[in-house]
């Protein structure tokens, strides 16, 4: 029979390839949206198509909505489940349930009361357009490993388009603060990054909803990348969409939903 080490470490793997699962589904979506884009452009004005047209282009909504709508929540639930079981075989206290929100905890220096929510429940939606003309204002797509700053703007629920760069500054230090509380004293080496600095400022801020523009992509790879901290750092039912572009001018789109499980714990 299997010692209980053992069994946590295969429930610790099997939520590293639940994890890979999740990557997949917003690679799958960022995909989905490509195709409706580009199928949408080559058949505008398509005559005796346009029921055929319209069709197939909800089709691939559907299909886009229902990768992180329907198929996340589950796997994100299934993991919770399983980062609960592991803590239970360990002898620690178990995790909040799902549907449990955890409440914020702000260093006093950095957030003197909790801020109620602001904004709306669900996620706004930025037009196609303004991304694009934003996008325009932005310096050329960094080229990997220059040494470049990520720069781009960030629209809350008022609509107001912000400034935000790549670096240490307060809103990194909040990343660091937040990861600490969270039981991670090491705190995260890509503070800095663009996508967790916002991340961490919207909790902070009780901002529930918020799109960023920049000239970059995020980073997806490894415990430090903003595809598995970005999530943890933003509290449940928050979301951050990210509008990207590579250094090859491929543009790209990531939403990231709060309330994930670190997974250091």
């Not at 503070?191 to 997806?220: F, W």
């Not at 951050?240 to 491929?250: F, I, K, R």
Request: hydrophobic fraction near 35%; charged fraction near 20%.
């Amino acid at each position: 029979m299997a010692s209980t080490g053992d069994v946590v470490a295969q429930i610790r793997a099997a939520c590293e390839k639940a994890e890979h699962c999740r990557t997949a589904l917003e690679q799958a979506e960022d995909l989905a949206e490509e195709a409706h884009d580009m199928l949408a452009g080559a058949l505008a004005g398509a005559t005796n198509l346009e029921s055929d047209v319209a069709a197939m282009l909800a089709a691939f909504v559907y299909a886009r909505d229902g990768l992180k709508g329907y198929l996340w929540p589950l796997i994100t639930e299934a993991l919770r489940a399983a980062e609960s079981i592991t803590a239970s075989l360990e002898g620690e206290h178990r995790l909040p349930a799902p549907d449990t929100p955890r409440p914020a905890q702000p260093h006093p220096e950095q957030q003197l009361s909790t801020p109620p929510p602001v904004g709306e429940r669900e996620p706004f939606v930025v037009p196609q357009e303004r991304v694009e003309a934003i996008r325009k204002t932005l310096p050329p797509p960094v080229v990997p490993r220059s040494g470049q700053k990520t720069v781009g703007q960030w629209i809350g629920p008022d609509g107001t388009a912000e400034p935000i760069a790549s670096g240490f500054d307060r809103r990194s230090a909040l990343v660091q603060g937040q990861l600490a509380r969270m039981g991670r004293p090491a705190g995260s080496s890509r503070s800095g990054d663009v996508e967790q600095k916002l991340a961490a400022y919207m909790a902070a801020n009780g901002i529930r909803h918020a799109t960023v523009i920049i000239n970059h992509v995020p980073c997806r790879q490894g415990r430090d990348s903003c595809d598995t901290l970005v999530p943890v750092l933003l509290p449940e039912g928050s979301t951050l969409t990210v509008h990207g572009q590579n250094s090859n001018g491929t543009r790209t789109r990531i939403r990231y939903t709060g309330g994930a499980v670190p997974w250091w714990r």
